[in-house]
């Protein structure tokens, strides 16, 4: 019997250019877990390789401002000069369905979440140094040099808000960094609050088969 019927929102944060998307996808590798990632909204233009319905729902400002006035989006923010959300419906049935959903958010989105689904996981992704940040979204090469420069800006005003958060993972390795998220799980799978309703119910149901 499953003990812990409702799924568990997993809320992974950090600076743009962190590898939040590769430890992301790490994490989907691992077996055991039903992980279901949540695809944002955004108004940005795809990059090259990006996918529509896959990467994020690449929409007009008219259209996604039409889901904040709707109220379907979770959370929102802007960010440098884009709007980027996370669609409601999916993750509350995601959620319902027991499944492990996976947020992928900026800071500011993230701190949404927590007012919203207090009882959502919140990791912060650090760099191991503010270079190594920089070399990384450098080598994407996606950016122009004031579009990188805005989101370094972002990032340092990111570091500030890290004790908001749960957990601090530092990527210093993708691969650790996923098995020090997969061990943060285990953990919050196990804590009372989550797990005793389910255990509760299922010592009553074997009482009553006479067990
Ligand atoms: P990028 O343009 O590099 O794909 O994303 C820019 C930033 O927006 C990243 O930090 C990314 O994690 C964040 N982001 C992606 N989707 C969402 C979302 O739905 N909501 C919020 N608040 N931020 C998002």
Do not use: C, W
């Amino acid at each position: 019997m499953k003990l812990n019927q409702r799924g568990l929102l997993i809320v992974i944060s950090g600076p743009s250019g962190v590898g939040k998307g590769t430890v992301r996808k790490a994490l989907f590798e691992e077996q055991g877990h039903d992980f279901v990632y949540s695809i944002s909204m955004t108004t940005r233009k795809p990059r090259v390789g990006e996918v529509d319905g896959i990467d994020y729902y690449f929409v007009s400002r008219e259209e996604f401002e039409k889901r904040i006035k709707d109220d379907a989006l979770l959370e929102y923010a802007e960010f440098v000069g884009h709007y980027y959300g996370t669609p409601k419906d999916k993750v509350e049935r995601y959620l319902s369905e027991g499944k492990e959903v996976v947020l992928e958010i900026e800071v500011e989105g993230a701190l949404q979440v927590r007012e919203a689904m207090p009882d959502a996981v919140f990791l912060f992704i650090g760099p191991p140094s503010r270079r190594a940040l920089y070399t990384r979204l450098l080598s994407r090469g996606s950016e122009d040099s004031s579009t990188l420069k805005q989101r370094m800006d972002k990032a340092e005003r990111e570091f500030l808000l890290a004790h908001k958060y749960d957990y601090i993972i530092i990527n210093d390795d993708v691969r650790n960094a996923a098995d020090r998220i997969i061990a943060i799980i285990r953990a919050e799978h196990a804590k009372t609050e989550r797990s005793i309703h389910g255990y509760l119910d299922m010592l009553e149901a074997e009482e009553k088969n006479g067990k």
